[in-house]
């Protein structure tokens, strides 16, 4: 088998039409185009190559864990390390 002829079935395997995705959480089919589970109501993003729905990153989460932490550093060195 030709190398060109081998890359070309690769790309189709990875190519794969998908109908559903599955939510992350409860495993339940959902539409493509689904941004929340209807089961548990979990958000979900994109469909990956094997058809789960990838969990969003919840980023407000982490800005705010940031900011404490920063506060408490601050707080510390103002408090104690004067």
Not at 76 to 81: E, G, K, M, S
């Amino acid at each position: 088998m030709g190398r060109k002829k081998k890359e070309k079935i690769e790309e189709k395997a990875e190519k794969i039409d998908l109908l559903v995705k599955r939510c992350p959480e409860c495993f339940v089919s959902l539409p493509l185009d689904a941004k929340r589970c209807s089961s548990c109501n979990s958000r979900v993003g994109r469909a990956d190559k094997h058809g789960m729905a990838i969990k969003p990153t919840h980023w407000i989460s982490y800005i705010v864990c940031i900011l404490s932490w920063t506060i408490l550093i601050l707080y510390v060195n103002w408090a104690f390390l004067r």
